[in-house]
């Protein structure tokens, strides 16, 4: 099946700086790409919609300046917690969609999360 | 409000019983896909079973079958002959055809344990 990496899987910073969080599709290319975000023992809650080539989606609440995504190209997604700060800890998920399907679930498939941690 | 509706917080299964996963759902889109996942401790998200809303008959796939409702907006996650290895957290999910974007959102989720 179609391979969705996250680079890094973890990572530990320092409250202020800026971390960029990577999605790539390795075998297909993506034309939707969405970022979640996910609590512990919570349900993942969509950030923001990333077309290829064009500006992301935000969902209500989600601050654009805080997290910037680029999709620059088809295999590739990047969300930048930008200024981040100790309540910006969290499991971030991408998920990358093939083709012209837009119903058909099974062609999105998701990474394998990156855990932020923000001291 | 919430669109994803999965009422069952935590759900316990004596291996190799049966077990329904409860989720409703509430959208006013005329099309629309319902889908499962399973997301182990690991925390990767496994995808599990899908259903169109213009699907004439429930999804099955392996020992996964969906008991799509439409009219009272439900889509129930069967799982038959429970397994020790699943033992998850399950999320129903919906995905929404805007008309510049598509979006997709997660139910609360429903935690399995499965008991040998």
């Known amino acids: 099946g179609a391979v969705v990496s996250q680079h890094p899987s973890r990572v530990i910073c320092k409250s202020g700086t800026s971390v960029k969080i990577e999605c790539r599709s390795l075998?297909?290319?993506?034309?939707?790409m969405f970022w979640y975000r996910q609590f512990p023992k919570q349900s993942l809650m969509l950030m923001a919609t990333s077309n290829e080539g064009s500006k992301a989606t935000y969902e209500q609440g989600v601050e654009k300046d805080k997290f910037l995504i680029n999709h620059a190209s088809l295999t590739l997604s990047t969300l930048t917690v930008t200024s981040a700060h100790p309540e910006d800890s969290s499991f971030y998920i991408c998920?990358?969609?093939?083709?012209?399907?837009?119903?058909?679930?099974?062609?999105?498939?998701f990474g394998p999360g990156t855990r932020l941690t923000v001291t | 409000a919430q669109k994803i509706t999965q009422t069952q917080p935590g759900m316990f299964v004596q291996e190799k019983e049966a077990v329904t996963l409860d989720c409703t759902y509430d959208t006013s889109d005329p099309s629309y896909g319902l889908f499962w996942y399973k997301q182990p401790s690991s925390g990767e998200m496994i995808f599990l079973i899908y259903?169109?809303?213009?699907?004439?008959q429930n999804a099955t796939e392996g020992r996964y079958s969906l008991n799509f409702q439409k009219a009272r907006k439900s889509a129930n996650l069967v799982i038959s002959a429970s397994q020790l290895g699943d033992s998850a957290m399950y999320f129903c999910a919906m995905r929404e055809v805007k008309t510049s974007y598509d979006k997709v959102i997660f139910g609360p989720g429903t935690s399995l344990s499965v008991i040998p």
């Open positions: 259903q169109g809303s213009y699907d004439q």
């Open positions: 998920s990358a969609e093939r083709g012209a399907g837009r119903l058909r679930a099974y062609e999105q498939y």
């Open positions: 075998d297909f290319q993506a034309t939707t």
